[in-house]
């Protein structure tokens, strides 16, 4: 089992729409959650953190679910330019060094 | 600021040869990482770096060396590339404790092995 799964889709979602969609992880030891996007042929970036008390960045909502092992990210009103593939990130361990579990990505297309 | 940069871009190698691929950053980052990115994976990471002179071993080690003999510079070498090394390499950097998990990503390295 993959310690990061994703749904590797595409979700192919009409503009202004919404889309959804969740990642599961398997350390529950980890303690720290992220969303990274990343553009075709080009580097990830880091698109926001995940909270417990679940986070909003503009049209963009991230929920951490610990019971059941797994992080969401909804995106409203969605843009052409939201077209990418979104990185599940976990931390794997409690060390300060930033060792990071990357999924292998959802990827969403926002169609006119 | 540049952020991170790679070089080369593109390689293609022959199998059994050798190659460098260098990372550096203008951000004054602690942390270093070096990851692959694999088709229907998620990155995984090779080796790491948490400071000037030190380098530790990641996920996935085997056939890659590394050295940051100074801050800004971080190296992966291949000594004997094989097909299976085929791959999108990215390097990452980041601040340090307390802010490690926001990784700054060059543009990669697409390497080929014939």
């Known amino acids: 089992r993959k310690e990061v799964e994703q749904d590797p889709g595409p979700f192919n979602v009409p503009e202004g729409a919404t889309v959804a969609f969740n990642c599961t992880y398997s350390?529950?030891?980890?303690?720290?959650f992220f969303w990274y996007r990343q553009d075709c042929r080009k580097e990830p970036k880091l698109l926001m953190s995940?909270?417990?008390s679940g986070n909003e960045d503009g049209r963009f909502t991230a929920q951490l679910n610990r019971a059941s092992q797994y992080i969401s990210l909804l995106i409203r009103d969605s843009k052409l330019s939201d077209s990418a593939t979104y990185l599940c990130?976990?931390?794997?361990?409690?060390?300060?060094?930033?060792?990071?579990?990357f999924g292998a990505g959802t990827q969403v297309v926002v169609t006119p | 600021n540049a952020g991170v940069t790679q070089t080369p871009k593109f390689r293609v190698l022959k199998t059994g040869q050798s190659m460098t691929l260098l990372c550096a950053q203008d951000?004054?980052?602690?942390?270093m990482y070096w990851y692959r990115q694999d088709p229907g994976m998620g990155l995984r990471l090779i080796h790491y770096?948490?400071?000037?002179?030190?380098?530790a071993k990641g996920e996935v080690p085997d056939g890659y060396n590394v050295s940051r003999l100074k801050k800004q510079n971080f190296l992966l070498g291949l000594e004997s590339a094989a097909p299976s090394q085929t791959s999108v390499y990215f390097c990452?950097?980041?601040?340090?404790?307390?802010?490690?998990?926001?990784?700054?990503f060059g543009p990669g390295t697409r390497l080929t092995v014939t």
């Open positions: 990452a950097s980041s601040h340090g404790p307390g802010s490690a998990y926001e990784q700054y």
């Open positions: 350390n529950s030891a980890s303690q720290s």
């Open positions: 995940v909270y417990s």
């Open positions: 990130v976990v931390n794997k361990g409690t060390d300060s060094w930033g060792k990071l579990q």
């Open positions: 951000m004054n980052h602690e942390y």
């Open positions: 770096s948490v400071g000037e002179g030190t380098t």
